[in-house]
């Protein structure tokens, strides 16, 4: 839905492209993608098979958000038994067959991913720029350095004098830091960046005596389990 | 006129998530008629045990991207009901102004993207770009004007960051504002221009009735209409309002075969949330705007069109930019404070409702004496609404078969829409083709 948030440049957008199947605002369907973009996390069998056919008849294959790109939110489900989960919510009727569910995974956990546009919300700007590069035959950056480069940047105070556990130093910029610029330590939305143990802000995590290790741990409510590199 | 009818559309379009009707009538005769709800179980209630107080907000707001500042806020003032946490006047008026802005863009969503199409017969909003241009801009400008007033004051345009149990983080400063009530009373007029475009096809409105219960929150002493505040009312509650605390026996939440979303009854075997149902129980609440744009379409208190629920969306964005425009000049009157919010946890359990742009919204938590969650317990408005448009299909569909296959499917497609459903689910999918 965020992509409904891009206001005009979608507008634009459509110009250059033909949106043919888009669920959740259009009614009209199709069958071939040039690019495929794919939302959301994979947690049911019908997910994955629905996945594989969408893989098959793309050229291009785009996660977009967090849940597609990390796993996102869902991911915290994987940390409990998963029948003990179903009763925790449906009590009683857990056995009902549809409410069959299995660990939650992001997109290139099951098939092969090209681009991924990260974040939870992703960045408008970001998705309009991926897009506007794949239309154009080019291929998209995505910053490869830590949110605290962003922080910093903005002149923000570092939150870690304030005692919260930020995860700034391992995240992957491109947010333009926009949780502690609002005073709320980063939880990790964008994933880790690519090797977080060479590419982390070792400034920061010198100053305040940081392990990536540990840091690594505290990333618990975006794609927990998480695998360290995501390239 | 084809009397054998056999439907099934499946992923219903243009609401978010996955939703399945299904008709089937042999000879005029209605053998099957049935709103399927095969949603993904997400599990939130299950997955947010063991987190942090000051965390539970986060998590939840992930459940849905379209009202994800009012899970938030539920969440939130489930945490401070269970802790005894209070919050200053200052960020109680700042929180409802953050609230209004969901309202607004979520409203402008649906009247715009998702419904506004129907009225003009186009199968999405992309081509309504050709046919009616002007609107499309205007739409998209209070869009963006939403969007740009819950990122001001949430971080973010969804998923707020800056609200944390005791008010926030950090609060916007008097100069933005000031901007932000001048680009108020611009969308105020972005609204008249709405109004009277949907006005102009508000013949294509069905004239469906059905009379039903409506549920929301009602604010008294001092009385508003509400989003925030207030305890739970409806049409056949006699005027008698529940406490929040007592959620439970408003909902009545039960499982059904044909959905993974529970389903809920009330005094009757189905009852309706969102605006039409605030509507129903506050309209002589509403601003001087809001009533006259209720009047323009004839919308009058206890309606039992569920079509009409748009409408009452429109009225209540008037409504929430008229009380912003003046609430910020109250807040600025009596000058922004800065504040440190410190909060110790301690065990509680506590319940937390506010108004989802598209219904009535609760959530539950219960803490240890470290503040981590133990149980969690949270009923979504679109569940709310499920029974209720079962049964209007019940009485829709015999009404309006003889209209032919494609008709009825239309309007059935129509009808859901107009409940505003967000039905989340885990896979969405969004497929580009490009022409080169
Ligand atoms: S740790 Fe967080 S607050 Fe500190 S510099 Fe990095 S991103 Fe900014
Ligand atoms: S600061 Fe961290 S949590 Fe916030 S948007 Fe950026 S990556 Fe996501
Ligand atoms: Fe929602």
């Known amino acids: 839905?965020?992509?409904?948030?891009?206001?005009?440049?979608?507008?634009?957008?459509?110009?250059?492209?033909?949106?043919?199947?888009?669920?959740?605002?259009?009614?009209?369907?199709?069958?071939?993608?040039?690019?495929?973009?794919?939302?959301?996390?994979?947690?049911?069998?019908?997910?994955?098979?629905?996945?594989?056919?969408?893989?098959?008849?793309?050229?291009?294959?785009?996660?977009?958000?967090?849940?597609?790109?990390?796993?996102?939110?869902?991911?915290?489900?994987?940390?409990?038994?998963?029948?003990?989960?179903?009763?925790?919510?449906?009590?009683?009727?857990?056995?009902m067959p549809h409410l069959e569910t299995s660990l939650t995974r992001a997109i290139d956990e099951v098939v092969k991913v090209d681009y991924k546009i990260h974040g939870c919300p992703i960045e408008k700007k970001e998705f309009t720029y991926v897009i506007r590069c794949l239309l154009m035959g080019k291929k998209p950056e995505i910053p490869q350095w830590p949110v605290c480069v962003e922080c910093k940047a903005k002149g923000n105070p570092c939150l870690w004098d304030y005692e919260q556990v930020c995860l700034g130093p391992i995240i992957r910029a491109g947010c333009d830091a926009r949780c502690p610029s609002s005073g709320f330590r980063c939880f990790g939305c964008r994933g880790y960046v690519d090797a977080p143990n060479v590419t982390a802000a070792k400034d920061v995590i010198e100053k305040y005596g940081l392990k990536v290790e540990d840091l690594k741990s505290k990333m618990v409510l975006f794609g927990s389990k998480q695998r360290p590199t995501d390239e | 006129m084809s009397k054998n009818i056999n439907i099934n559309v499946h992923h219903v379009t243009r609401v978010e998530g996955h939703g399945n009707i299904v008709v089937n009538a042999k000879n005029g005769k209605i053998e099957k008629v049935q709103w399927q709800v095969p949603e993904a179980p997400r599990f939130f209630e299950a997955m947010v045990r063991g987190r942090s107080y000051e965390d539970i907000q986060l998590i939840v707001s992930r459940i849905c991207g379209i009202c994800s500042i009012t899970h938030s806020f539920a969440a939130t003032k489930a945490v401070e009901a269970a802790m005894g946490i209070t919050v200053s006047q200052q960020a109680d008026a700042i929180r409802r102004l953050l609230h209004y802005s969901e309202q607004l863009q979520s409203h402008v969503l649906h009247i715009g993207y998702l419904a506004a199409p129907d009225f003009f017969a186009a199968p999405s909003v992309v081509p309504l770009v050709a046919k009616a241009p002007d609107a499309v801009k205007t739409i998209i400008r209070a869009h963006r004007a939403a969007n740009a007033w819950s990122e001001l004051i949430g971080g973010r345009t969804t998923h707020p960051v800056t609200i944390k149990p005791g008010g926030f983080t950090k609060i916007p400063t008097e100069?933005?504002?000031?901007?932000?009530?001048?680009?108020?009373?611009?969308?105020?007029?972005?609204?008249?221009?709405?109004?009277?475009?949907?006005?102009?096809?508000?013949?294509?409105?069905?004239?469906?009735?059905?009379?039903?219960?409506?549920?929301?929150?009602?604010?008294?002493?001092?009385?508003?209409?509400?989003?925030?505040?207030?305890?739970?009312?409806?049409?056949?509650?006699?005027?008698?309002?529940?406490?929040?605390?007592?959620?439970?026996?408003?909902?009545?939440?039960?499982?059904?075969?044909?959905?993974?979303?529970?389903?809920?009854?009330?005094?009757?075997?189905?009852?309706?949330?969102?605006?039409?149902?605030?509507?129903?129980?506050?309209?002589?609440?509403?601003?001087?705007?809001?009533?006259?744009?209720?009047?323009?379409?004839?919308?009058?208190?206890?309606?039992?069109?569920?079509?009409?629920?748009?409408?009452?969306?429109?009225?209540?964005?008037?409504?929430?930019?008229?009380?912003?425009?003046?609430?910020?000049?109250?807040?600025?009157?009596?000058?922004?404070?800065?504040?440190?919010?410190?909060?110790?946890?301690?065990?509680?359990?506590?319940?937390?409702?506010?108004?989802?742009?598209?219904?009535?919204?609760?959530?539950?938590?219960e803490f240890d004496k470290k503040g981590n969650c133990v149980a969690a317990d949270i009923c979504i408005p679109t569940n709310q609404n499920h029974a209720n448009i079962q049964k209007d299909f019940e009485k829709f569909v015999p009404e309006i078969i003889d209209q032919g296959e494609d008709a009825v499917r239309l309007k059935m497609e129509m009808l859901v829409r107009s409940y505003d459903p967000c039905i989340s689910c885990s896979t969405h999918m969004l497929n580009v083709q490009f022409v080169k």
């Open chain 1, 1 to 95: 839905m965020q992509i409904v948030n891009l206001e005009e440049e979608i507008l634009d957008l459509l110009g250059g492209a033909d949106v043919v199947e888009w669920r959740e605002a259009m009614s009209e369907q199709s069958h071939d993608y040039d690019i495929a973009i794919i939302e959301g996390s994979v947690t049911m069998a019908e997910d994955e098979e629905r996945l594989w056919m969408i893989r098959g008849r793309a050229k291009i294959l785009v996660a977009l958000g967090a849940c597609a790109t990390i796993g996102g939110i869902n991911k915290l489900k994987n940390n409990f038994n998963l029948d003990e989960v179903k009763k925790c919510v449906y009590g009683k009727n857990a056995s």
């Open chain 2, 175 to 365: 100069k933005e504002f000031r901007q932000l009530q001048e680009t108020l009373k611009e969308t105020l007029k972005d609204l008249g221009t709405i109004a009277g475009v949907v006005l102009s096809v508000a013949g294509n409105i069905p004239k469906f009735q059905r009379d039903t219960e409506y549920v929301s929150l009602k604010q008294t002493n001092p009385s508003a209409y509400t989003f925030y505040h207030g305890d739970i009312v409806s049409n056949d509650s006699k005027g008698k309002t529940t406490p929040v605390k007592d959620w439970h026996k408003v909902t009545n939440e039960y499982v059904v075969a044909q959905s993974t979303a529970k389903w809920a009854k009330w005094h009757r075997d189905a009852y309706a949330v969102g605006a039409l149902a605030r509507f129903n129980n506050n309209a002589e609440l509403l601003t001087d705007g809001a009533k006259r744009v209720a009047k323009m379409f004839s919308l009058e208190k206890l309606c039992c069109n569920p079509f009409m629920n748009t409408v009452a969306q429109l009225a209540e964005a008037v409504h929430v930019v008229e009380t912003s425009i003046q609430m910020i000049d109250e807040l600025l009157t009596k000058g922004l404070k800065t504040e440190n919010v410190k909060t110790t946890p301690k065990a509680g359990k506590g319940a937390g409702c506010v108004e989802a742009p598209r219904g009535i919204l609760f959530h539950e938590y």
